[in-house]
């Protein structure tokens, strides 16, 4: 027989540790991204010789630069999340990472129309998770119910 902390999660509960991540942003910018690199390189070998030597240094360095920024715009929202541990709620918005004790949360919001969920926390202040993106339908829906009842269930001490 299991001891008592080592009760099965409550139905309906994911096992910690549990990480939510956007699904529609990761794959419209990773489709995106990824034709427009394909794109840009076909047209590349697509010029003669002649057109591609009338491309400056500059002007390579800058389609590159242009390249690399939203390669870093892309990375911050595929590295977004929200774990779920057991001591803690990890929140992780592009490249910033916040901790939370689930004591300190008070309410988990996505109103119809949000981008992300917002989190409500005892000192008065909210933070967005941008983890559980809106445009995720009923997956951020579920998410957020099962972020609520973990928060409920840790607040209150059960396992």
């Known amino acids: 027989m299991p001891a008592g902390s080592d009760r099965p999660p409550a139905a309906g509960l994911p096992t910690l540790p ?3 991540r956007p699904f529609g942003v990761r794959l419209a910018g990773t489709v995106v991204g990824g034709g427009l690199l394909v794109v840009c ?4 070998i697509g010029f ?8 400056t240094g500059f ?7 242009v390249g690399l920024l939203a390669f870093t715009l892309w ?5 977004s999340r929200v774990v779920a541990e057991t001591g803690r709620l990890v929140v992780v918005n592009g490249y910033r990472r916040r901790e939370y004790e689930w004591a300190q949360l008070v309410a988990v919001h996505l109103p119809p129309g949000a981008p992300w969920v917002t989190l409500d926390l005892t000192d008065g202040t909210t933070v967005a998770a941008m983890g559980i993106q809106g445009s995720d339908g009923t997956r ?4 957020v119910r099962e972020l609520r009842a973990l928060a409920e269930q840790q607040a209150t001490g059960a396992s």
Do not use: S
């Not at 003669?48 to 491309?55: S, Y």
């Open 140 to 143: 951020a829906t579920r998410a």
């Open 48 to 55: 003669d010789e002649e057109t591609q030597a009338r491309f």
């Open 18 to 20: 549990h990480t939510w």
């Open 59 to 65: 002007q390579r360095a800058t389609v590159i630069a």
């Open 75 to 79: 990375f911050a929202l595929v590295r």
């Open 41 to 44: 390189a076909l047209a590349w």
